[in-house]
C-alpha cells in the first residue's frame, strides 16, 4: 500500500494504464491472427482486406504508445510477406 498521496495516485494511473495496454495488445493479437487465418485459407482478397486493417491498427497503436515504430514495422513486414506468398 502505498504511503504518500503521490504514490497512491502513481498506482492508480498504472492500473488504469496496464488495463488500456492489454486492450489494444490483446486487439493486435486478435487483428494479426485474422491475417493468419485468411493466409492459411488461400483466400487473397479475404488476406489482402484483413491486411489492410491490421496495418492501420497497429499504426494506431504506434501512434498512442503502446507500439515502437520498429515493432509495428517488424510485425506488418512479416504480415505482408505471408500475404503476398499466396
Do not use: P, W
Not at 57 to 65: D, E, I, L, T
Request: glycine share 2%.
Amino acid at each position: 500500500m502505498a504511503n504518500h498521496k503521490s504514490a497512491a495516485k502513481r498506482a492508480k494511473q498504472t492500473i488504469v494504464k496496464t488495463e488500456r495496454n492489454r486492450f489494444y495488445k490483446t486487439r493486435i493479437k486478435n487483428v494479426t491472427k485474422s491475417v493468419i487465418a485468411a493466409i492459411e485459407s488461400a483466400d487473397k482478397e479475404k488476406a489482402v482486406e484483413a491486411m489492410k486493417t491490421a496495418n492501420k491498427y497497429v499504426h494506431h497503436c504506434v501512434s498512442k504508445g503502446i507500439l515502437k515504430k520498429t515493432t509495428a514495422a517488424r510485425k506488418v513486414s512479416r504480415l505482408q510477406t505471408k500475404v503476398n506468398a499466396i
